[in-house]
């Protein structure tokens, strides 16, 4: 609407671009939480792998050297898939943080979307009301002429 105009307009505007920045930013951490957690599983299944492999080696017997080597190889699993767990948890703490920012930032949008609202309604009926007495004066002036 050409004549409508709204005071606040810019700081809705800029309100806008924060809840798309806010939605960026939580886009990205739900990449990094689902990488997480593909690296949590890809560790657990190496884990799962290898213990098999262990079960299989024991049966066959195994040198001292390859039970050390497989010890090592186990401790150090382990403690990838803590880092990675750890990683997890931060990811996801993160996203929860970047939801509630997303869900603040669009309550400050909503506040100034609903007096925009009202105030572009009002400017509708009022120029609603000025188009309707101009059409009721033109059809009067043409009445006066055909009398």
Do not use: S
């Given at each position: ?28 951490m739900?990449?990094?939480t689902?990488?997480?957690?593909a ?13 098999t ?49 997303l ?9 100034l979307?609903?007096?925009?609202a009202?105030?572009?309604k ?10 309707q ?15």
């Amino acid at each position: 609407m050409a004549g409508f105009h709204y005071r606040l307009e810019r700081v809705l505007e800029l309100r806008k671009q924060a809840v798309e920045q806010h939605k960026q930013m939580l886009a990205r951490m739900i990449a990094a939480t689902r990488a997480a957690q593909a690296a949590v599983l890809a560790l657990e299944t190496e884990q799962t792998r290898m213990n098999t492999a262990w079960c299989e080696a024991a049966r066959t017997g195994l040198t001292p050297q390859a039970a050390l080597d497989f010890a090592n190889f186990t401790t150090e699993l382990e403690r990838r898939k803590r880092q990675a767990q750890a990683e997890l948890e931060r990811a996801q703490t993160e996203e929860l943080a970047r939801r509630a920012l997303l869900d603040i930032a669009m309550n400050k949008q909503k506040v100034l979307e609903k007096p925009k609202a009202r105030a572009l309604k009002r400017y509708q009926v009022e120029t609603g009301r000025k188009d309707q007495a101009a059409l009721d004066e033109f059809a009067t002036l043409r009445g006066d002429k055909k009398k």
